[in-house]
């Protein structure tokens, strides 16, 4: 039995700047770092394109599922984010190793030919982020120091 | 105006100089600290550092440069908006690492006042400069670049950093305030940004889990509630608009998220809530009387014969963080009130009780809501305090002719139909998961319905229960159990009442909810 | 009556938390995992 009421002259200005702001909403893109590649502002898709998450889509098990390719990736275009995150450590469990110093990563190609304490030294394959590919490196020696 | 002269070219060289800095350096930890240490010498050397009072100023004039720098990017139609947006945040997010280098760095080490007190100044200038900026530009005033900034040193200051984390309850205050300060009622510019930087999930996480013992409850119910005052005289008027559809929208999504992880919260939190937000309101209200604490289980309402004064949760009194007692004014008003809850004297208590509720004679704003919310929820508690001193449970029968019982009694006769339905809805405002109130207050409701010396009242009844259970789920426990009681139990004699079908359709609806309870 | 509260984007059924990816209030879907800030370690941030 309240009904309306009539808005008071405060609330009349409220309105009219919160109209004015309307037109400004902020963006995902206004509180996201500021990065050179994906920012968060999701295109509109077809709608027959499943448009919901899947469900267990931020586990390691799903980045598991992924492709070493899709992996890398997700791991050098999202950086600073978890999806770089669970890339990082779905590719640890593919044994591959991330160089803290070339910033690469390494996989072993075949049992190193000398390994000690600090360093072992063999055949690699790794993965060149500028060409976009893998590589074989022979006779490579990987320090442990630069493991991450 | 009383800047020292020269001042602002060396503000703008330093933190034009900063900004290159920091968009080269692109935050790599290694080059960060030594670039920030060579360019606290350089403002060293530019005499910024030497008094406070200097560098509140600086820290004025950078965040007005930062401001203009939002407007000249904006006013330039040739830039597309993510270009501008991308120069504007070059400037601020070297702003924001600047002040959190600072926050970090400055003080000795185990001397956290220093940091906290460099961050309140911060947050308070560049509060005030939102404010002058939002009061001059009227609408022509931009959120984005304040958004920016709340947000990014808030980010910052939450990074993984040892020292900061010691300093989580005041940083996580310190903004808390800062919103409080800036809300929409204040800002109404700046609402929707506002709604963003209160409901951000690092900031949901910090102020609601992290923060320990709770301590940052009580400063986000201050925020929830500056958000209900705001909205409430638009939603009071049902057709929304747009902006106030929005807003409202964006509310319903923060008050789920609050369902689901913090229950509890809204619990505690319940009764200043529903002071605020409008009566007619009556799904936003339900989501949060729908809350119940995470490690209850709540009996199915539709078991036959369910017992409800036998739950053991029916004896335990729900925590209500609200200070609704002082909300009993004035003060000899709560005098005589206590008195006649103890000796039922005075005597004319009763016949004045509409009078003090009563504050116009404006159609819909007749009653002070507060107070009678407030005036309900003390008798209610008196009532069951003095049940149980008794060493019973309250039930409809020994909650019947007591003092409590007269006032309640009394507002359903006396008050109008506006006011009985303030009434009826600070009772059902009580009817949530199964605590002592919540029996109680089940009790009285149906209690009134039975002794009602008019239809009228129990229609009134009826229709308060009834809307809050039409409308999309969630319902509050105690509502569902409450109506499934007053439809069952025959000493209501509820479907011999002509109101019951007064049309097919709520004849219809009364036997669908019938068949879904029996 | 109030509006169908499960067409606003949320997961109310989800077992998790809903707030550590809640994407704001303007927003109808959570966040994804390359949205989420997350403290990885600085040699990550080769970009």
């Given at each position: ?35 050179t590649y994906f ?24 980045y598991q599922r992924l492709s070493t390719e899709t992996l890398f990736f997700v791991f050098y275009y999202m950086e600073?984010?978890?999806a770089q995150?669970l890339a990082a450590k779905a590719l640890k469990k593919q044994s591959w190793r991330f160089h803290t110093k070339y910033m690469m990563w390494f996989q072993r190609h075949e ?11 063999g055949t690699y394959i790794y993965f060149d982020y500028e060409k976009w590919s893998q590589r074989k490196k022979e006779g490579f020696t990987f320090?442990?120091?630069y493991l991450e | ?518 | ?42 040699e990550y941030l080769i970009n």
């Amino acid at each position: 039995p309240l009904g309306p009421t009539p808005l008071q002259k405060e609330h009349q200005l409220q309105f009219q700047m919160m109209e004015a702001a309307y037109y400004h909403l902020p963006q995902p893109i206004d509180t996201e770092k500021l990065q050179t590649y994906f920012h968060r502002s999701p295109v509109q898709t077809p709608a027959h394109y499943p448009q919901a998450q899947l469900p267990i889509y931020d586990t390691v098990e799903f980045y598991q599922r992924l492709s070493t390719e899709t992996l890398f990736f997700v791991f050098y275009y999202m950086e600073g984010s978890k999806a770089q995150y669970l890339a990082a450590k779905a590719l640890k469990k593919q044994s591959w190793r991330f160089h803290t110093k070339y910033m690469m990563w390494f996989q072993r190609h075949e049992e190193p030919k000398i390994i000690n304490d600090d360093y072992e030294q063999g055949t690699y394959i790794y993965f060149d982020y500028e060409k976009w590919s893998q590589r074989k490196k022979e006779g490579f020696t990987f320090e442990y120091k630069y493991l991450e | 105006t009383d800047d020292p002269p020269g001042l602002q070219e060396k503000t703008e060289f330093l933190l034009k100089d900063w900004v290159a800095l920091y968009t080269q350096q692109n935050q790599l930890t290694t080059r960060d600290a030594r670039n920030f240490g060579a360019f606290v010498q350089k403002m060293n050397t530019y005499g910024i550092l030497k008094t406070d009072d200097l560098i509140t100023r600086f820290f004025r004039q950078a965040t007005q440069i930062c401001t203009d720098v939002v407007y000249r990017m904006f006013a330039d139609p040739s830039l597309p908006i993510n270009q501008a947006k991308n120069k504007i945040f070059q400037w601020i997010d070297a702003f924001v690492h600047l002040i959190a280098m600072l926050v970090r760095h400055s003080g000795e080490a185990g001397n956290p006042t220093t940091k906290i007190n460099l961050l309140n100044k911060v947050l308070g200038i560049v509060l005030g400069t939102l404010l002058k900026d939002h009061e001059l530009r009227g609408v022509g005033f931009q959120q984005v670049g304040y958004h920016r900034f709340f947000m990014m040193l808030f980010m910052e200051l939450c990074s993984a950093d040892s020292t900061l984390e010691s300093l989580m309850h005041s940083i996580v205050s310190a903004f808390a305030y800062t919103y409080h300060l800036l809300n929409p009622s204040v800002a109404p510019g700046f609402c929707f940004a506002w709604l963003e930087l209160i409901s951000h999930r690092v900031f949901l996480g910090r102020i609601l889990v992290q923060i320990p013992g709770q301590k940052g409850w009580p400063l986000y119910a201050q925020l929830l509630q500056d958000l209900f005052k705001y909205l409430a005289p638009f939603l009071r008027n049902t057709e929304l608009g747009k902006p106030v559809g929005l807003l409202y929208k964006g509310t319903l999504r923060v008050l789920l998220v609050l369902l689901h992880d913090f229950p509890e919260f809204l619990c505690d939190y319940h009764f200043g809530f529903c002071d605020t937000i409008p009566p007619n309101c009556v799904q936003m209200r339900n989501i949060i009387l729908s809350a119940f604490p995470r490690n209850m289980r709540l009996p199915d309402p539709f078991t036959p014969n369910l017992k409800v004064d036998m739950l053991s949760d029916s004896s335990n009194a729900p925590k209500v963080c609200s200070s609704y007692i002082m909300n009993i004014q004035p003060p000899n008003f709560k005098k005589d009130l206590d008195s006649y809850l103890k000796a039922r004297a005075p005597v004319t208590f009763l016949s004045e009780l509409r009078g003090h509720l009563q504050v116009t004679t404006e159609p819909g704003t007749r009653y002070n809501m507060t107070l009678m919310n407030a005036l309900v929820m003390y008798v209610g508690t008196q009532a069951i305090a003095l049940i149980r001193n008794k060493n019973f449970v309250p039930n409809t029968s020994n909650i019947a002719h007591s003092a409590h019982m007269d006032i309640f009694q009394n507002l359903a006769v006396d008050l109008d139909t506006e006011g009985r339905y303030l009434f009826l809805n600070a009772i059902a405002n009580q009817l949530r998961y199964p605590n002592s109130h919540t029996h109680y207050f089940s009790c009285a409701v149906l209690h009134l319905f039975a002794e009602a010396n008019s239809e009228a009242i129990q229609e009134q009844i009826t229709r308060v229960l009834l809307e809050r259970l039409i409308v999309n789920r969630p319902h509050p426990w105690g509502l569902l159990i409450t109506f499934i009681e007053l439809i069952k139990n025959p000493i209501y004699k509820f479907w011999e009442h002509d109101f019951v079908h007064c049309a097919p359709e709520i004849t219809k609806l009364f036997e669908s909810v019938a068949r879904s309870c029996l | 009556l109030g509006t169908d509260l499960t067409g606003l984007g949320l997961n109310l059924n989800s077992q998790e938390s809903l707030h550590p990816t809640f994407a704001g209030p303007f927003v109808e879907q959570p966040c994804r995992a390359q949205d989420v800030e997350y403290s990885v370690p600085p040699e990550y941030l080769i970009n």
